[in-house]
């Protein structure tokens, strides 16, 4: 993928989750794997849903700025998926209200299992299928938290995404859309879930 074609699928992404309300304020950010190995990010501090080109830019593997901005203060979340799965194009973090909701909820993880749903996930091909979503406490520190997220899938294998506690969650995708697909359906999962627990998000 070319700059200027992330550019304008993260400008897009930004629009569409602002309008559900994932990315409420200046929360969230997002990022797409360029074709020279560079990652295109959201400035740290933007508005997701009114973004332009300027707020997006470009860093390395090793997090370092390419242009002068400053990059989210959670871009080593990114860079780390993106380092352990080649195959993976896009890396997306709201604030969603279900995520939350979640984290509050339940302690270490979240399992979902028997969803028609579950089907949006890649490589997910019935509904008689069971993913489980670890939850870690939120952290400053992100070097420690980024360990602490590759620590558990050394010991427990791939994830579809994970959540960070009254924070909101990572998922990602081999491209922008599947990555948005991810959102849109770990996001109603979530809701059920809760709902299921007897809280009523709007």
Not at 17 to 41: Q, Y
Not at 122 to 129: A, L, R
Request: hydrophobic content about 40%.
């Amino acid at each position: 993928m070319d700059l200027e074609t992330a550019v304008r699928k993260l400008i897009d992404v930004g629009a569409f989750m602002h309008d559900r309300g994932w990315v409420p304020a200046t929360s969230g950010n997002f990022s797409a794997r360029l074709d020279d190995g560079t990652i295109a990010i959201t400035v740290s501090g933007r508005h997701k849903g009114q973004l332009t080109p300027e707020d997006i830019m470009r860093v390395d593997m090793r997090c370092h700025s390419l242009d002068g901005r400053r990059p989210s203060a959670e871009t080593l979340l990114h860079t780390t998926l993106y380092q352990r799965y080649p195959e993976i194009y896009s890396v997306l973090h709201p604030h969603s209200v279900g995520s939350v909701l979640v984290s509050r909820l339940f302690s270490d993880k979240l399992h979902i299992r028997g969803y028609e749903l579950l089907k949006a996930l890649n490589g997910i091909t019935t509904h008689e299928s069971a993913v489980d979503i670890p939850i870690f406490e939120n952290s400053q520190d992100i070097t420690s938290l980024s360990k602490e997220v590759i620590d558990y899938m050394d010991a427990h294998g791939d994830i579809y995404g994970y959540i960070i506690a009254h924070h909101g969650f990572y998922t990602w995708g081999n491209s922008v859309e599947e990555a948005l697909r991810h959102v849109e359906a770990l996001e109603f999962l979530f809701n059920l879930e809760a709902r299921l627990q007897g809280a009523h998000p709007a």
